[in-house]
């Protein structure tokens, strides 16, 4: 038998609903009922099949001819009488009640016209669809209105895009989506961690800390500033200072105004106030002005008072009140001078020797030597010249040097000697001091011996000698009234200095007497032009002395040679002695050495009687008790 095609019957049997076969007789046989779905094969003309739409493919055996489409007809709606179906708007085909369309919502998923429209399409099984299942991705899903949707996402996954057919896509443990769609995980200035779906924080950046705790701003805190030194906990605050952050470390950036860090620890801040005198204006800075009484103001060193006796003329803190005020150019008050002649005493200017009324009385006076080098003593070919078989200037001292002084231009008198006495004759209470060294013995102060001219000068009262130089005095007494008159007894040294060493217009250097190389006539009568020779020279008084500068002065200084013998501060020592002397090179040379010979003083310029004790490097050894004259000088 030939099939019949489907084709030719597509217009019937789509129409049919799904409602069970019932046996029908086709030209005279039977169709089987097959109780089944729409789809059904019949058999027609010996054995053709006829697709009817439904599931089951059912042949029959058909007697006679193949069925023709037009035996297959649907009945009207009121063939099948009451025709009602669950969900659905029913159709009557053939005289069975089939489901035409369903209602929304509901679909016919079993075929099977009885229960008319079965099954909810919004459902997780079935969503706007037969057997279309609501199971979208890493979700719980729902279907609204037959449209399957995301109801919610399981722990860790998100619905990042809003697509439900791709459920929730986006797992949440991503930087870009962290616990949230994205929910950006990227603190400022830190390493990140979403591996538990929350934003962490592992790891800051060097020089930054996460010092609130707080993810959303990350490593917000800067390890390089006064509130977070290093650490978090480590703020810098010191007393009395403004703080700094250096290489993670507290330090002082400065200190407040009037404090100093002062001990250098930083915890105690500016510890010190920088006003008082040990750390004024700065740390360790002393206000303690020399002889002054200080004060600190403002962090500044002030004078408040000077000592007694001493002015601040410079008006600089730092040397503090550094000028004495008995000097010559400060006398009493700064600025106060004593011209030349004048010395200050008592803080008023007064004639530089104390025993002169003026400095310009008869014997007073001083004259400015300039310090200089020269040899001292008398050499072989002065000697031969001279015809001098032997003397104590020898053997010569060369390069001996002086320092500047001041020398009187006269002998003492007796009228300024008697000035002293008067005024109570006091002994220097310490040591001489002298630029090469000292003497540390208390002087003894003794009355002179009395004479009037025989040959003692001195008188217990005034008489008519006061102008004759003062003799008969013992060393002790000549450096005490030195000592008390502004000065000291020269050296060895000065004294053959002023006379033949130092350099003066028209006179040869060195030379043999004050006045030069010419010896002095010793043929009777003398000359006595030059110096005072005791007796053989008498004055117009009749005595052994003159009145102290009675011949010419050489370079402004009188009686070098002659008149009285001069105290010369040294002790004796002879020029082989090498503690004293010894031929080398020495400065402000002072012998003080008391062994041997140094018992005995020295004296100096005796009157002419010989050639060889007129020269001025003529010296020789005296107890310091015998009596002779003296001149003072003055250190400058």
């Not at 489907?6 to 039977?30: F, M, N």
């Not at 934003?199 to 701003?217: K, L």
């Not at 009395?450 to 130089?469: L, M, V």
């Not at 032009?529 to 009145?547: K, M, V």
Request: proline share 7%.
């Amino acid at each position: 038998m030939a099939a019949i095609a489907v084709s030719a019957v597509a217009a019937c049997t789509s129409a049919l609903p799904d409602v069970p076969l019932q046996r029908r007789s086709v030209d005279g046989g039977d169709v089987p009922d097959l109780g089944g779905s729409a789809d059904a094969q019949g058999i027609v003309d010996g054995g053709v099949s006829i697709d009817v739409g439904g599931v089951i493919d059912a042949p029959a055996e058909l007697d006679g001819d193949a069925a023709k489409p037009e035996d297959i007809h649907d009945d009207s709606a009121t063939s099948c009488g009451p025709c009602s179906l669950p969900h659905a708007n029913p159709v009557c085909s053939e005289g069975v009640c089939r489901v035409g369309t369903c209602a929304a919502g509901y679909g016919d998923c079993d075929l099977a016209s009885a229960n008319g429209c079965e099954t909810s399409l919004v459902t997780a099984t079935g969503c706007g669809a037969c057997r279309r299942a609501c199971s979208p991705d890493n979700a719980v899903g729902t279907c609204a209105l037959g449209s399957c949707r995301v109801a919610s996402c399981l722990p860790g996954f998100g619905d990042c895009d809003a697509r439900a057919e791709n459920g929730c896509e986006s797992p949440l443990s991503r930087p870009t989506s962290c616990g949230a769609c994205r929910a950006t995980c990227a603190p400022a200035n830190a390493m990140a961690s979403c591996a538990t779906q929350s934003c962490a924080i592992v790891g800051c950046a060097p020089g930054f800390e996460d010092c609130d705790g707080s993810v959303a701003n990350g490593c917000e805190a800067r390890l390089d500033t006064t509130e977070h030194c290093g650490t978090c906990t480590a703020r810098c605050s010191f007393a009395n200072a403004t703080p700094a952050c250096v290489s993670g470390r507290c330090a002082i950036a400065s200190c407040g105004v009037g404090f100093g860090d002062c001990d250098r620890d930083v915890r105690n801040g500016c510890e010190l106030p920088l006003d008082t005198l040990t750390d004024c204006g700065a740390c360790g800075s002393s206000c303690r002005p020399a002889h002054a009484t200080a004060s600190c103001v403002g962090s500044r060193c002030a004078i408040a008072a000077c000592e007694a006796g001493f002015g601040d003329c410079d008006s600089d803190v730092s040397t503090g009140c550094e000028a004495p005020l008995d000097g010559r150019a400060n006398c009493g008050v700064c600025g106060r001078v004593c011209v030349a002649g004048l010395t200050c005493r008592g803080g008023v200017c007064a004639p530089e020797q104390r025993s002169c009324v003026t400095p310009t009385a008869y014997g007073c006076g001083v004259v400015e030597i300039v310090g200089g080098t020269f040899a001292m003593g008398i050499s072989s070919a002065q000697a031969a010249a001279l015809q001098i078989s032997s003397s104590e200037g020898q053997p010569q001292q060369p390069m001996i040097t002086v320092g500047g002084f001041a020398v009187d231009s006269h002998e003492v008198s007796v009228g300024r000697f008697r000035r002293y006495w008067e005024a109570g004759h006091p002994a220097p209470a310490g040591p001489v001091v002298y630029p090469g060294g000292s003497f540390p013995e208390a002087l003894v102060v003794t009355e002179p011996r009395s004479g009037g001219g025989s040959d003692c000068n001195w008188t217990r009262d005034p008489g008519p000698i006061e102008r004759h130089p003062m003799n008969c005095v013992s060393w002790s007494t000549a450096q005490a009234f030195c000592v008390w008159d502004g000065g000291r007894l020269p050296t060895e040294a000065e004294w053959e200095y002023v006379a033949t060493g130092r350099v003066l217009a028209g006179l040869p250097t060195p030379r043999s007497f004050p006045w030069g190389n010419d010896p002095l006539d010793t043929e009777v009568p003398i000359r006595c032009d030059r110096e005072q020779w005791l007796s053989s020279c008498p004055g117009a008084d009749g005595q052994q002395t003159l009145p102290v500068g009675s011949f010419p002065a050489i370079g402004g200084v009188y009686d070098m040679a002659g008149n009285a013998y001069e105290w010369a501060a040294d002790r004796f020592q002879s020029y082989n002695f090498t503690g004293c002397w010894g031929g080398g090179p020495r400065t402000n040379p002072l012998c003080a050495d008391a062994s041997g010979s140094g018992i005995l003083r020295v004296i100096r310029g005796a009157p002419f009687y010989r050639v060889d004790v007129a020269v001025s490097a003529w010296r020789t050894a005296i107890p310091p008790s015998s009596e002779f004259g003296f001149r003072c000088v003055r250190t400058r």
